[in-house]
């Protein structure tokens, strides 16, 4: 055997064993790949509110989790005129006003009772809706996803005076009487 067959003898098992760890890092990478979009499908796990000493001032939550918004700021749907302001959304000027009444749909579509001209919105994006004498805000499984104080929604969260929503480029404040 000559020096040549020797080296390339000697370089097999490496190249081998450089083969199957590139594989095994390739398996690995894939694996934890889907995880990531499996866990960012199913929603991502439950948030709480914020330790701050008022928990027993909150009371109980309802079914979906909400906690009554009249026990945090002492508003009720049924005495102001809730709406949404623009602040900022293609094809709207600053500063309309949407009034949101019980329920509402943002996105693109023709069905929507707030028509947004945003490319990053999907034709049924969001709902606004009444329960339990408050309005909350839920995502409809839009491509894009739905911001609520700039914290993406993967439940549906109450409004509050003051609260921003943006969908895509689309900036909307909430407010009340």
Same mark, same amino acid.
Not at 46 to 69: E, F, M, N, V
Not at 114 to 131: K, T
């Given at each position: 055997? /000559? !020096? &040549?067959?020797?080296?390339?003898?000697?370089?097999? $098992?490496?190249?081998?064993?450089?083969?199957?760890?590139?594989?095994?890092?390739? +398996?690995?990478?894939?694996?934890?790949?889907?995880?990531?979009?499996? @866990? #960012?499908?199913?929603?991502?796990?439950?948030?709480?509110? &914020?330790?701050?000493?008022? !928990? #027993?001032?909150?009371?109980?939550?309802?079914?979906?989790?909400?906690?009554?918004?009249?026990?945090?700021?002492? +508003?009720?749907?049924?005495?102001?005129?809730?709406?949404?302001?623009?602040?900022?959304?293609?094809?709207?000027?600053?500063?309309?006003? +949407?009034?949101?009444?019980?329920?509402?749909?943002?996105?693109?579509?023709?069905?929507?009772?707030?028509?947004?001209?945003? $490319?990053?919105?999907?034709? @049924?994006?969001?709902?606004?809706?009444? *329960?339990?004498?408050?309005?909350?805000? *839920? #995502?409809?499984?839009?491509? /894009?996803?739905? +911001?609520? /104080?700039?914290?993406?929604? #993967?439940?549906? @969260?109450?409004?509050?005076?003051?609260? @921003?929503?943006?969908?895509?480029?689309?900036?909307?404040?909430?407010?009340?009487?």
């Amino acid at each position: 055997m /000559n !020096a &040549p067959e020797a080296v390339a003898n000697t370089l097999e $098992p490496i190249s081998v064993a450089l083969k199957y760890g590139f594989l095994a890092v390739l +398996y690995l990478f894939l694996m934890w790949v889907t995880r990531s979009a499996l @866990r #960012d499908l199913k929603g991502g796990g439950i948030r709480s509110l &914020p330790a701050t000493g008022k !928990a #027993d001032s909150l009371g109980s939550q309802d079914a979906t989790g909400l906690y009554s918004a009249s026990a945090i700021h002492g +508003y009720e749907v049924s005495e102001h005129s809730p709406r949404l302001v623009v602040e900022q959304a293609p094809g709207h000027e600053a500063g309309m006003i +949407y009034d949101l009444g019980h329920e509402a749909v943002l996105g693109r579509g023709d069905d929507a009772h707030i028509r947004l001209d945003d $490319p990053f919105a999907s034709g @049924r994006h969001a709902q606004i809706f009444e *329960q339990g004498g408050i309005l909350a805000i *839920q #995502d409809l499984g839009s491509t /894009n996803g739905t +911001y609520l /104080n700039e914290e993406l929604l #993967d439940t549906p @969260r109450p409004l509050h005076p003051g609260d @921003r929503v943006r969908i895509g480029d689309s900036e909307l404040t909430f407010e009340t009487d």
